[in-house]
């Protein structure tokens, strides 16, 4: 099996009559973890809906794992691998923690079961006391660990993560980028779409940069860091 575990070619995406991406390329391979950068408005979003069949193309390739996946259901396409954590994170606000946690679960798409309950807790220790509470009684910063943790459960093949850090305090920032440290370090495979590119340094091994709807950069987040043109022309605020 390829090691590619995303590949976008030519993807060109409309609201209506408002075409939002351009002819997006991108690829993730097994392993990595990819960052997806962007001012606000630049298409992250849009590019991460594309992916997980929320917001079928016009035009363009989207492969998961070699499997032509452009314009299926959502569904099938959660079954096929991909798990996408939006960012308004979404939790089910009148079931508890771990009720949202059993919605979560199901096999991966080769039957894989490696993410339980336990587990969960395991890695999320903060989730563990909270686990009869209500998701709507939660701060952002647990309802963000919950809606990771929730896709986990479902073992997929890779995990998109939408403005992970958006509208969250530092310190909790800081927690759920240490854990993301510690899931790459499992060989888990991760497309992040942020603003912050500060939230990426230290985990993401590559860099993505759009703009206006088109890819405008791709190299490692190391060469990202020492580009102070690209980073001023394309992500400072």
Not at 37 to 43: D, E, K
Not at 64 to 86: S, T
Not at 200 to 206: M, N, P, R, T, V
Request: hydrophobic letters at 45%.
């Amino acid at each position: 099996m390829s090691d590619t575990v995303i590949e976008v070619e030519d993807l060109d995406v409309f609201y209506g009559t408002s075409q939002i991406l351009f002819g997006v390329r991108l690829k993730v391979e097994r392993g990595q973890t990819v960052a997806l950068l962007g001012r606000n408005g630049a298409g992250k979003s849009t590019t991460m809906k594309a992916l997980a069949g929320l917001a079928p193309p016009r035009r363009g390739r989207i492969a998961l794992r070699g499997r032509d996946v452009a314009g299926a259901r959502p569904h099938r396409i959660a079954r096929w691998g991909l798990g996408y954590v939006p960012e308004d994170r979404q939790v089910f606000p009148e079931h508890t923690v771990e009720d949202n946690l059993a919605i979560g679960h199901k096999k991966g798409p080769q039957g894989e079961d490696a993410w339980t309950i336990q587990k969960v807790y395991e890695v999320f220790p903060l989730l563990a006391p909270l686990r009869h509470r209500m998701a709507g009684r939660l701060s952002g910063g647990e309802q963000q660990m919950l809606a990771i943790a929730r896709t986990l459960m479902g073992n997929p093949a890779v995990l998109l993560l939408d403005e992970p850090s958006e509208g969250l305090a530092p310190i909790i920032v800081q927690q759920i980028g240490a854990f993301l440290r510690e899931l790459r370090a499992t060989g888990a495979t991760i497309l992040i779409a942020e603003q912050n590119m500060h939230f990426c340094l230290g985990l993401a091994q590559h860099a993505v940069v759009i703009d206006k709807g088109q890819i405008v950069y791709a190299d490692t987040i190391a060469a990202l860091k020492a580009d102070e043109a690209v980073r001023k022309r394309y992500l400072a605020l």
